[in-house]
């Protein structure tokens, strides 16, 4: 379950600012392009306040976080599809991740060096999109001509389904446009997700706005437009000043509160990105409660219980026998675990069960 975001991005937009935010890792950190050319790679604590109150229910001695990682990946410019600047290495780099986190310049400071020579979201976003785009027709079009002749065969059922597909997708690229706006069925999913395309990757785009839009980031002049151009992929906007979270970040726990008030903000835009993050990727989040630890884990979306409790160890999934489940919001209303059985609110699920996300579980098992 090791799947990764990448944080991509032009040059000098705040990419490793805000991977260093993320991480606490110490990228490096540059005002001229490509200061970042092997990419780096950090784990970071999910944040979830629903451990704390958990805990504070279901004492235990100990609490973990879950964990995902995190990929800074070298900036792009124009032409890299066609080689320039870090080029293939880039896309390269891209294609292992399986999430990209799309960093936008939404600051004016005469100080950092634009690679493009001015502000401007739009076209940044449009390069990085078109370069990608122009990537994945390449490696289309290899494909096209070769499927097209197997799928003239009335046997090849195979071929003929992919063909169906790249005929849906040649085009959108041709426009300049990305394969995640267009919509597939269950088995076309399957084909695409086989031909590992850039653009199919799921996007969460962030705009790294200035220290003074913090508490209102939509009020900054730049994010609208990236807003707007979200929407046409109805993806995500979050706004973040990577460099004032990079700061907050080497703070102590209630210095940063302080900070966060003194900004008139009532949370980290680092925490709503990670969340946004974890959720991009299809992850969830289940929870083991009390004695040793209170512990969340990752699991992804649409597992079942056996394979859930395979995740805290081989056994649980080869021995399993049921997991009594409570919901995290049925304990959080009724105040303790006794009152959630006397609610009736205990469940018990079987092997078929589809584990949700914020489940409380115990798993039985015997090997």
Known sequence: MALTAGIVGLPNVGKSTLFNAITKAGAEMANYPFATIDPNVGMVEVPDKRLTRIDALIPAKKLIHTTFEFTDIAGIVKGASKGE???????????????????VRAFDDDDITSVTGKVDPLDDIETINLELSIAD????????TRVEKAAKSAKDKEAQAEFAVLEKIKPVLE????????????????????????TSKPVLYVANIA???????????????????????????????????????????????????????????????????????????????GGKETRAWTFHEGMKAPQVAGIIHSDFERGFIRAEVMAYGDLDELGSEKAVKEAGKLRVEGKDYEVQDGDIIEFRFNV
Do not use: C, W
């Not at 290495?89 to 799309?102: G, W």
């Open 175 to 198: 426009a300049g446009g990305s394969v995640r706006t267009i919509d597939f069925d269950e088995e076309e999913e399957k084909i695409v997700k086989g031909l590992f395309l850039l």
């Open 85 to 103: 600047g870090l080029g293939n290495k880039f896309l390269e780099n891209i294609r292992q991740v399986d999430a990209i986190i799309h960093v």
């Open 211 to 289: 220290e003074d839009d913090m508490a209102d980031p939509e009020g900054s002049k730049y994010y609208k437009v990236i807003e707007d151009y979200a929407k046409k992929e109805d993806a995500q906007v979050i706004g973040v000043s990577a460099r004032t979270e990079e700061e907050i970040a080497e703070l102590g726990d209630d210095d940063r509160k302080d900070f966060l008030e003194a900004e008139g903000v009532t949370e980290s835009g680092l925490d709503k990105l990670i969340r946004a993050s974890y959720k991009l990727l299809g992850l969830r989040t289940f929870f083991t409660a």
């Open 137 to 144: 027709l390449d490696s289309i079009n290899k494909r096209y």
